[in-house]
């Protein structure tokens, strides 16, 4: 939990019904992948619900991000039975007094390894597991969580330091470049480039005899602005089109006033029309958002 989180009221949230008629507008707009994330979406309580009505819609994709507190055998069955594709974990640490210090959860670094292979298990996959790499922090462990995915058998992808934690205290000389990630682990580990979608966002390697596989996510020193064709609607009906902009727009007030599917349509066409060029973390002039990661949805 971020410091000094404040709750948006619940009125403010949009209501199960009106997240399922977004999603057949977006649908209907080309939209062919989905992702859930948060905040922790395992704590929605229409989670089942939800995923069972998007999950008859024939997305190529649907995805989930959590931090793995409250994955168990049952739930992950039942999400996948209802539709959902794959999962995310975010896991910064493979030491377990080290994640305590960044996380401040109350769940074990044990227990998250677990919910990882009990995703794995049920088939949610490929797990995704996702560490942002902060130097002095946690730089030293990136040859680990290489291990960790030959070991696992999950897709680990290193994220470079970007400028949206929620202590505000983003400085440029803390973030680890993708490049330099890589030489450390190929240090240590063989790895196999792989050839990737023009969408995607991470650069990505495998192992010679592992189903495991590492990719770097390089968004401030090799920007994937260009292709990027993302757009995030946010637990209150803003949509924003940019992480790294503070540009944005609420979508609720036209869902409760009775605007129809067409006019919602051509407001989603709008705001992707909207996106940035670049975020220019790299430039001396850049200016965070004032949004964290929590708000915007990681």
């Known amino acids: 939990m971020d410091p000094d989180v404040k709750y948006i009221p619940k009125m403010q949230l949009l209501s199960l019904d009106e997240y399922i008629r977004l999603v057949k507008i ?99 996959t490929p797990v995704k597991v996702n560490a942002v790499i902060m130097r002095g922090v946690n730089d030293d462990e990136v040859a680990d969580f290489a291990q960790f995915a030959k070991d696992h058998e999950v897709d680990m992808r290193l994220i470079e330091f970007m400028a949206l934690d929620a202590g505000k205290k983003w400085q440029r000389s803390e973030v680890v470049s993708a490049k330099e990630m890589l030489e450390r682990i190929q240090q240590e580990h063989t790895l196999i480039k792989e050839v990737d979608a023009t969408s995607s966002t991470s650069m990505n390697y495998r192992f010679p005899n592992s189903k495991g596989r590492i990719g770097f996510i390089a968004s401030v020193t090799e920007s994937f602005c260009g292709a990027c064709d993302r757009l995030r609607i946010m637990a209150d009906g803003i949509v924003r089109p940019c992480l790294f902009s503070d540009d944005e727009w609420s979508i609720r007030s036209l869902l409760r006033s009775g605007a129809n599917d067409e006019i919602l349509r051509e407001f989603l066409v709008d705001a992707a029309w909207a996106k940035s060029a670049g975020h220019g973390m790299d430039r001396d002039d850049f200016k965070r958002p004032e949004k964290t990661m929590s708000r915007i949805g990681g």
């Not at 080309?30 to 922790?40: F, H």
């Not at 995805?63 to 209802?82: C, E, F, M, P, Y």
């Open 26 to 124: 977006a649908q209907s707009l080309g939209i062919t992948k989905l992702r859930i994330t948060g905040g922790e979406p395992t704590l929605y309580p229409h989670l089942q619900e939800l995923l069972e009505s998007i999950g008859s819609m024939g997305f190529d994709d649907i995805a989930l991000t959590t931090n793995g507190s409250r994955i168990t055998r049952s739930h992950a069955t039942r999400w996948k039975d209802a539709g959902l594709n794959r999962v995310t974990v975010s896991l910064d640490t493979l030491q377990p007094m080290r994640k305590d210090a960044i996380t401040r959860s109350h769940t074990t670094l044990k227990d998250v390894i677990a919910a990882i292979d009990t995703l794995r298990d049920v088939g949610l």
